[in-house]
């Protein structure tokens, strides 16, 4: 870091500097973060990486300040937005997810978000650590709604993978206390799918998501409510335990809102069988691992037919329509308000992010290549959906009847959270009115 380089050109998108001290330096436009311009004094922020060893390599926020302003940086400057100013009152808080994907969140904390806040000026910032799968939940109870119901606006910026969103999410859709300002969340996605980041535009720059927290606007966020059959229990421990699906003994304890997935089937089967410690070392390709397993079992059983009744209402801009799949066998049935499922997974192609529209996707038995091929299609710009095999719908709601002995073949995905449906039991999944969370994107 440099207080006031010598010399400042631009040579072919990238920044060329010397130091006061002598040394030639230059920054890739692709690195640098944003320009801060404060009276006669501009600063540059970038993203410089370094080698650590044999672990990922380390992403640094960096600075140097310079004297004179060249026109080619003109489009990086930015001014502090309104969602990180403390004049009106406002709260900011930083969620640490030390679980989510590779366990990478307090990393980029540490190297590139705590010195943004100190390049900003910003000192008064609330920060959280996980320290179990319950704590976003207690944060989101104690301290994020409380804030809300008492009308101060708060940005809670959130270093975590999709279980982060829901968690909060979830919480604040089920609490009695009236929400006077919806608390604004921005994404640092660290997990291992990140679905909302990568469907919004998050998943590119060194450390994704941090230009959109300087540059980004906040919009309401769609949700969906999941209803369950009174014996439905959630899944956790690595499936080792099963537990309340809500454990605040006010809410009616079967529901479950979300604003990314629910599945059904291979989907569902690969999240629950992937959410393991030893499967999360290998990051998204985890995914791939479960599916395989599960299109191809090492006991050389044949791939698994989910059985069930799935009954979608669809709408003619007038008039409800109610209509049952004729087939009672399935091997992959999914629900979602986002485009993408991973950066390169786009399982809605037809999507628009955060605008309520919400698509049905399912295909029935086939063989293990077939659902191999169109799981690649997904992967080359949505093309599956172009397949005759595979049923793409607009839906209002969706109702799934599970013909299933095997608990196994009952679990359900909301949003990577696994529920257990009850033998002979049901869930229903239809849009939420209310919009209770905004996201910058």
């Given amino acids: 870091m440099t207080e006031l380089p010598v010399t400042v050109k631009i040579v072919d998108n990238t920044l060329k500097y010397t130091s006061d001290k002598g040394i030639e330096s230059s920054i890739d436009f692709k690195d640098i973060l944003c320009v801060l311009s404060v009276s006669a004094r501009h600063s540059v922020l970038f993203f410089d990486s370094k080698p650590s060893g044999h672990e990922p390599e380390r992403v640094y926020l960096e600075k140097i300040d310079v004297a004179s302003l060249p026109t080619g940086l003109s489009p990086f400057v930015t001014n502090i937005p309104s969602h990180l100013q403390h004049e009106t009152g406002a709260v900011t808080q930083v969620v640490i997810s030390t679980g989510s994907g590779t366990g990478r969140a307090m990393t980029i904390y540490q190297d590139a978000l705590r010195p943004l806040f100190t390049y900003l000026g910003i000192t008064n910032v609330e920060v959280y650590e996980t320290e179990s799968t319950e704590t976003i939940i207690d944060l989101a109870r104690s301290r994020f709604v409380e804030l809300a119901h008492n009308g101060i606006p708060q940005t809670i910026i959130l270093l975590s993978g999709d279980g982060g969103l829901v968690d909060i999410l979830d919480v604040i859709y089920k609490t009695k206390k009236t929400i006077s300002v919806p608390p604004t969340l921005a994404l640092i996605p660290c997990g291992t799918g ?60 079967h529901t479950l809102y979300g604003a990314v997935v629910a599945s059904w089937g291979l989907h569902a089967a690969l999240v629950a069988d992937s959410d393991t410690a030893e499967y999360r070392k290998y990051g998204v390709d985890r995914f791939k691992m479960a599916a395989n397993e599960l299109l191809y079992p090492s006991d050389g059983t044949p791939s698994h037919r989910f059985k069930g009744k799935i009954t979608m209402t669809t709408s003619d801009g007038t008039n409800e329509i109610r209509q049952a799949v004729e087939e009672l066998e399935h091997m992959y049935a999914l629900t979602t308000l986002v485009p993408r499922l991973e950066k390169e997974f786009l399982i ?45 719908a607009d839906i209002e709601e969706v109702r799934i009847d599970f013909h299933e002995d095997e608990e196994k073949w009952r679990r359900v995905c909301i949003d990577g959270k696994i529920v257990a449906v009850e033998r002979d039991g049901w869930m229903e999944l239809c849009k939420e009115p209310r919009r209770l969370l905004n996201l910058i994107h």
Avoid: C, W
């Fill in 348 to 392: 809605s192609p037809d999507s628009v992010p955060l605008s309520g529209q919400m698509k049905f996707i399912r295909f029935g038995p086939m063989s293990p290549e077939d659902a191999m091929h169109l799981m690649t299609l997904a992967y080359q710009g949505g093309q599956h959906v172009l397949e005759s095999t595979l049923t793409y």
């Fill in 194 to 253: 990140n679905a909302m980041a990568s469907s919004i535009g998050l998943r590119s720059g060194p450390v994704p998501g941090l230009s959109t927290l300087l540059q980004g606007s906040a919009s309401p966020v769609p949700v969906f409510i999941a209803n369950f059959s009174p014996g439905s229990r959630l899944v956790v421990d690595e499936g080792r335990q099963r537990t309340p699906i809500d454990t605040d003994a006010e809410a009616a304890g």
